[in-house]
C-alpha cells in the first residue's frame, strides 16, 4: 500500500515537472463573465455571445466548464442559447476550484408578445368602434323619444287648444242665446208696463208741448250775443260772458245769422 502511495506521488511531481518544462501552465485566479451587448431582454432561440475573461491571461483554463441554472437554456463556447421559453435564467463558468460571477438575463417571446399587443390593440379597437357605436345608437334613439314626446306634447297642445276655442265658442253661443232669451222676456216684462204708463205720459207731453211753446214762441223775442261764440242767450251774461260787450238781437235774427240758442241759459 505505501509503497503504491509513495508511486503516485512519485508520478505526480513527475507530471508537474513535465508541465513546468512545457511553459509553465499558471492556474486562473479569477474569471468573469460578461455580455457585450447586454438588454434588458433578449428574444427566445436567440445566440448571446459572453465575453469570458481570466486572470491571470495566460492562465490555463481548458477546464472551463459552463453552467446554467435550467435546461431549457445552454451555454456552450462562450455562447447562450435562449431556448424557446420565457424566463429569467443565470450562468456561470467555473475552472478548478475558481468560479466566476453569476449573469443573469430575461427572456421572452417578443413575437408573441408583440402578436398580443397587436391583437389586445385590435380589440380595443373593436370594443371602442362597438362602444361608439352603441352610443350612437343610443343618442339616435333618444333624439328619436325626444322628438316623439316633443311631437306628442305639441299635439296635446294643439288638441286643447282646440277644445278650448270650441268650448268657448259654445259658450259663447249659449250666451247670445240667453241674451237673445233674456231680452225677449224683458219685452214681454215691459209690455204689460208700457200700457199703465201711457196714462201719465199724456199729463207730460202738454207740459213739455207748453215748453216747447214758451221756448218757441218768442222768436222774435230778445236774444243777446256774446262778443264772440256761436249761441245766442236769453240773458247778457251766461256763462262767462262780459254783460257789457254782449250784443242785443231778436232770436229770429240770431237764428237766421247761424248762431244756436244757448242750452245754459234757455
Ligand atoms: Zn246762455
Redesign the pocket.
Known amino acids: 500500500m505505501k509503497k503504491t502511495t509513495k508511486g503516485i506521488a512519485a508520478g505526480a511531481v513527475a507530471v508537474c515537472l513535465l508541465a513546468g518544462m512545457a511553459g509553465s501552465p499558471k492556474k486562473a485566479e479569477s474569471l468573469e463573465l460578461s455580455i457585450p451587448l447586454y438588454r434588458d431582454e433578449f428574444d427566445i432561440n436567440t445566440e448571446i455571445p459572453v465575453d469570458v475573461s481570466v486572470s491571470p491571461d495566460d492562465a490555463d483554463i481548458d477546464d472551463l466548464e459552463y453552467f446554467s441554472d435550467s435546461s431549457a437554456v445552454s451555454f456552450t463556447d462562450s455562447v447562450i442559447n435562449t431556448g424557446n421559453a420565457e424566463g429569467d435564467y443565470s450562468f456561470y463558468v467555473r475552472s478548478g476550484d475558481i468560479e466566476s460571477n453569476i449573469l443573469s438575463i430575461h427572456v421572452v417571446d417578443i413575437s408573441a408578445r408583440n402578436e398580443a399587443t397587436r391583437k389586445a390593440e385590435e380589440e380595443r379597437l373593436a370594443k371602442e368602434a362597438e362602444e361608439k357605436k352603441a352610443a350612437e345608437e343610443q343618442a339616435a334613439q333618444e333624439a328619436e323619444e325626444k322628438a316623439a314626446a316633443e311631437q306628442a306634447a305639441r299635439e296635446a297642445e294643439e288638441r286643447a287648444a282646440a277644445e278650448q276655442a270650441a268650448r268657448e265658442a259654445e259658450e259663447q253661443k249659449a250666451a247670445e242665446e240667453q241674451a237673445v232669451k233674456e231680452a225677449a222676456e224683458k219685452t214681454v216684462a215691459e209690455q204689460p208696463e208700457a200700457d199703465p204708463a201711457p196714462a201719465p205720459q199724456p199729463a207730460e207731453e202738454p207740459v213739455q208741448i207748453v215748453e216747447d211753446q214758451v221756448q218757441e214762441v218768442p222768436v222774435s223775442g230778445t236774444a243777446y250775443l256774446s262778443a264772440t261764440g256761436k ?1 245766442y ?3 247778457d251774461h ?2 262767462k ?1 262780459n254783460p257789457n260787450k254782449a250784443r242785443k238781437t231778436t232770436i229770429s235774427e240770431a237764428e237766421a245769422a247761424g248762431y244756436e240758442r ?1 242750452s ?3
Request: net charge positive; hydrophobic share 25%.
Open positions: 249761441k242767450h236769453s240773458i251766461c256763462g260772458m244757448c245754459k241759459c234757455w
